[in-house]
């Protein structure tokens, strides 16, 4: 046995490390959204999509039973994260100014997120998925459709999409 392919193997991985060193410096330096109108209107945008998926989502979540429920949690972790990179386009004074808004928003996406849990003890009590989904839906639907109204009011109030 030769220990020669051993250091070539060692070389190699030295080798990549080395070339991927740059890529891996990149990779910790953190992204900053642009806080341009232009960017703040098209997070404003985005959120407005995710409320309508989640809408439909709890229209039809009755119809699919468990895997209908997993389609609702997945559409609103996707509007807590659409509302999440929207409040990253804000600017520092919009962030100062709007601090108790902004803060009210995320209580009430909180709030909303407390009917998976009553939907939860619902199943657990032995209520049929069919009707504790439509019943789980329906918050849903009208609690986003409130939060989205604030949400307008609010981002109006911070003038987001301003120039």
């Keep these: 046995m030769t220990r020669k392919p051993l250091l070539s193997a060692k070389l190699r991985l030295l080798l990549a490390l080395a070339a991927l060193s740059p890529l891996l410096l990149c990779a910790q330096w953190p992204f900053v959204p642009p806080t341009t109108p232009s960017a703040q209107r098209n997070a404003l945008n985005a959120v407005r999509m995710q409320v ?9 979540a009755a119809n699919f039973g468990a895997q209908g429920y997993g389609n609702v949690r997945q559409q609103f972790e996707g509007l807590r994260g659409a509302y999440g990179a929207f409040k990253q386009t804000l600017r520092p004074d919009q962030l100062a100014y709007g601090a108790n808004d902004l803060a009210e928003m995320d209580a009430g996406l909180d709030i909303l997120q407390e009917a998976f849990t009553n939907y ?13 989904l439509n019943d789980m839906g329906q918050v849903m639907r009208q609690g986003s459709a409130l939060w989205w109204q604030e949400l307008n009011k609010k981002a109006s109030r911070l003038r987001v999409g301003w120039g």
């Design 52 to 60: 309508d998926w989640l809408q439909n989502s709890t229209r039809t």
């Design 120 to 132: 939860e003890q619902d199943i657990a009590e032995g209520r049929p998925v069919r009707t504790a």
